[in-house]
């Protein structure tokens, strides 16, 4: 059943996935390395299967987190990630029928400037995001702010469908997508995404970084 106490569940397990990867990953590792580390660690801590396409999580390392396809066509490569590397991971866990989503973006070894950019730049919309959130306006309306937010910033949208989310369901075909041509109210989604998928113009690399989130009557709240 849909409702807030069994999001939290399935929610914390993705949030403890994404903290077991980040500490286990290493330099040598390739992205269906990556994806099986997760994917085990899900299912040995409860998790029933994975509702998008079954990929449990969807990773990208290098250059190849600037990609966007869809999980039915996404296959991990074998190529060992380098240091400084960025990895993007995105999962997709079921517990009990519930959806998780969450994704987040980190690096192996040393760091630098630009990354470090980027996932400041990216954390700030997920800040603007709350602050404009109206569940009176329409998703069009407020994809369009952020989406110039982005670009006046010198960012670009990588999403394949130019979305920023998704509501979140029992059945992946009765989703309600967050982009410009939703002309719905925010307040026909009971739960819902927020994921954009964004690099700096001339990067090499992608970012992601995303939550679940609800509105409690006042505030937006991230599950």
Known sequence: M?????IKEV??????????IQSHTEEGMSEEDIKILAES????????????????????????SQLSISGKEYVPSKVKVKNGEVITIDLSPVLNNTWGDYARTFYIGKSNDEINESLEFIKSLHMKFKKIYN???????????????????GFELLDF???????????????????????????????????????????????????????????????
Do not use: C
């Open 41 to 64: 660690f899900m299912l040995r801590n409860g998790i029933n299967g994975f509702w998008y396409y079954n990929v449990g999580a969807f990773v990208l390392a290098g250059h190849r």
């Open 11 to 20: 929610q914390n397990i993705a949030k403890r996935t994404i903290e077991h």
């Open 135 to 153: 569940q009176n306006s329409t998703i069009s309306t407020i994809h369009k702010e952020i989406y110039y937010m982005i670009l006046d910033n």
């Open 161 to 223: 469908r130019n979305n920023f989310g998704h509501s979140i369901e029992e059945n992946i075909n009765l989703r309600k997508w967050f982009d410009s041509n939703n002309y719905e109210k925010f307040s026909n989604l009971k739960f819902f995404t927020f994921d954009p998928h964004i690099k700096k113009k001339g990067s090499t690399f992608g970012i992601k970084h995303e939550n679940i989130y609800y509105y409690d009557g006042s505030n937006l709240i991230e599950v």
């Open 2 to 6: 849909l409702n807030l106490e069994n």
